[in-house]
Structure formats: structure tokens, C-alpha cells
């Protein structure tokens, strides 16, 4: 039998480690007391499996690992020289882009500029507009377990799902919020609220909470794909959102969600909604038949699987090689 990969990666983003941890290998993840970005451990969020495994961060260099995976740019440029040795540094190397450029559309280089690593962006508007130097690029799109045709809808209200959105600002569509919210009926669920919502629902439980609300409402300008979306897609609750960035390569308006760039547009629709029990579940089915479609987490393990497979075979070829 053959072993599993052992992936050594960060805890950065817990609900995308627990979906890419679906696959058939070892994830290695360091741990410190104090708990900084990446150093979290398994925490108790999540229902990670045996194959997530914590080791304290001074313990790392001791350990043998077939790849790593970057996925910010502090592990890149800071943690990867604090605790991996030079030899773990030579491993093959990916790293996962979870968001599109912020200091400029389009002209903004990507701090990995390497013949030898895969720059995996998360969604195709993503490797649009970064420029990812000469550095090979692959597309992983999202990919999220089922918890079946779940959706309810019988309150007459949306729901957000966003962490520290007042912090966050325009980004994250604050003020879309705060202006929908006049109009229509909507709780917002999620870390750092405050007095906004309703703080924060945990992962596990999230599913079964928002199945009850009529629609699910994005109203972030610019960032990639939310899992959040993808997740209430799955459940087949209609989404009504911003048509920016990778939504509206997902979504067909009118179909299978509402999209469009007129807030105003999307308020009318969410009052429709309201109004229309029968037509949300609808749209909501359509939702889900393209999530079962594109998001199905046996996709998207498989395509990391396939990578993992591919970058670790090309190193043991090259040492071979040498020898």
C-alpha cells in the first residue's frame, strides 16, 4: 500500500483547509501557544480528520514532508525561513492565491516570481488579473462538501454571511449593507458583527441556520469566489449578489440566482423573493445543480490530488536525475 503524501501547509483559511483536507493525504500544520496567523492548530471549529495533524512549530525541521503549500505572503517571505531548513525549502512548492490583486487590478506583480513552484489560484478572474510573473499557473476552483437539498426558506428574510465586515469597510460591501438592510430584511452572521448581526455561527452549525432564510445575499464588490457562497449554492438556498469578479461566471441571472452591478436592481429581486416563496426554492434547485456540478468536493480533491501527485513525481524525476 502506498503511503500518502505529507503536505505541510499553515492554518490560514479554516473552512478552505477543511475542504482541501476532504483528499487522500497528510496535512502537516506548525502550532504555537500564542496562536498567530497560521499557527493556530487544528483549533475547534472544525471537524478536521485524523489526517490533519499539529506539530509545534520549533519541531518542524525534525520532520520529513513530500511538499509545501504557501498561501500567504508572510509564509512566503517571513515563517518558510523560521521554521523550515533548507533542504524542507527545496521540497516542491505551491502556492494557493486566495484573493485578487489589491494594490492594482490588473498591474499588480505576484511575490512569487518562480519556474520551479505552481501559483494555484482559486477562481479564473483571479489568474486574469494578477500577473503571475513567469511562475506556472493553475486554476483550482472551489470545492465544498454536500449536506443535501437542505433550504427551507420559511422565514421572510436574507442572510450575509461575513467576518468582520464593519472593519472591512467598502471591500466587503458595508455600505451595499447597510443600504439593502433599509429595504429588506437581513441578518448578518459572522465574526466581528458587532452590533450589526448576530456574531459569529459556527461552521458545522451554519448549514442548518441559514436554510431557513429565504435568500442568501452577497454584497462584496471585489474579492474571489466566497466559499460562503458556494456552500449556500450547495444547500440550495438562491443567492442574490454583486455581478463582479467570479460571480458572474457562475451565476445566470434570472436562472439560477440574481446578479447584477444595480444595487438597487438586487433589492427589487430580494423584495421578489420575499414575495415569492415558490420561485426562490426554484431558483435555489438551479443553484444547486450548478454547485453539484462545479463545487462537488470530489472535483476538487481530486484536481489537488492530481497536482500534489504531479509536482512531487517531477521532483523525484529531477532527483533521480541528478543522481
Known amino acids: 500500500m502506498q503511503n500518502k503524501l505529507k503536505v505541510f501547509t499553515w492554518h490560514i483559511h479554516g473552512s478552505y483547509l477543511f475542504y482541501?483536507?476532504?483528499?487522500?493525504?497528510?496535512?502537516?500544520?506548525p502550532t504555537k501557544p500564542e496562536k498567530t496567523e497560521g499557527y493556530y492548530g487544528r483549533g475547534e471549529t472544525f471537524p478536521f480528520g485524523d489526517n490533519v495533524k499539529e506539530i509545534p512549530a520549533e519541531e518542524v525541521k525534525y520532520?520529513?514532508?513530500?511538499c509545501v503549500v504557501y498561501q500567504t505572503n508572510n509564509n512566503y517571505l517571513v515563517d518558510q525561513y523560521e521554521i523550515l531548513t533548507a533542504e524542507q525549502r527545496e521540497l516542491p512548492r505551491i502556492y494557493i492565491e486566495h484573493d485578487p490583486p489589491r494594490q492594482h487590478p490588473t498591474d499588480t506583480k505576484h511575490v512569487v516570481d518562480d519556474e520551479n513552484m505552481v501559483l494555484v489560484h482559486v477562481t479564473h478572474f483571479n489568474r486574469l488579473m494578477w500577473d503571475s510573473n513567469k511562475t506556472p499557473t493553475r486554476v483550482i476552483e472551489h470545492g465544498v462538501t454536500d449536506p443535501g437539498a437542505i433550504y427551507q426558506g420559511d422565514l421572510d428574510r436574507g442572510?450575509?454571511?461575513?467576518?468582520?465586515?464593519?472593519?472591512r469597510g467598502r471591500l466587503l460591501g458595508h455600505d451595499i449593507f447597510m443600504h439593502a438592510r433599509k429595504h429588506v430584511p437581513l441578518d448578518l452572521v459572522g465574526m466581528g458583527t458587532g452590533e450589526l448581526g448576530l456574531g459569529e455561527?459556527?461552521?458545522?452549525?451554519?448549514?442548518?441556520f441559514q436554510s431557513r432564510c429565504r435568500f442568501f445575499f452577497n454584497p462584496i464588490r471585489y474579492t474571489s469566489l466566497g466559499l460562503a457562497i458556494c456552500e449556500a449554492m450547495m444547500m440550495g438556498i438562491p443567492v442574490v449578489g454583486l455581478a463582479t469578479t467570479e460571480l458572474s461566471a457562475v451565476i445566470?441571472?434570472?436562472?439560477?440566482?440574481?446578479?447584477h452591478t444595480d444595487v438597487e436592481y438586487l433589492?427589487?429581486?430580494?423584495?421578489?423573493l420575499i414575495s415569492e416563496p415558490q420561485l426562490a426554492r426554484e431558483i435555489g434547485t438551479r443553484g444547486r445543480e450548478v454547485?453539484?456540478?462545479r463545487f462537488s468536493i470530489g472535483r476538487f480533491t481530486n484536481d489537488w490530488e492530481t497536482l500534489f501527485n504531479e509536482v512531487t513525481a517531477k521532483s523525484q524525476t529531477t532527483a533521480a536525475q541528478i543522481v
Open 252 to 259: 445566470e441571472n434570472g436562472v439560477s440566482g440574481f446578479i
Open 159 to 167: 442572510i450575509v454571511v461575513i467576518n468582520n465586515l464593519p472593519a
Open 267 to 272: 433589492i427589487d429581486k430580494m423584495k421578489l
Open 201 to 208: 455561527v459556527l461552521h458545522p452549525q451554519l448549514p442548518k
Open 291 to 293: 454547485a453539484l456540478q
Open 63 to 66: 520532520h520529513e514532508f513530500d
Open 20 to 29: 482541501l483536507s476532504q483528499g487522500n493525504y497528510d496535512i502537516y500544520i
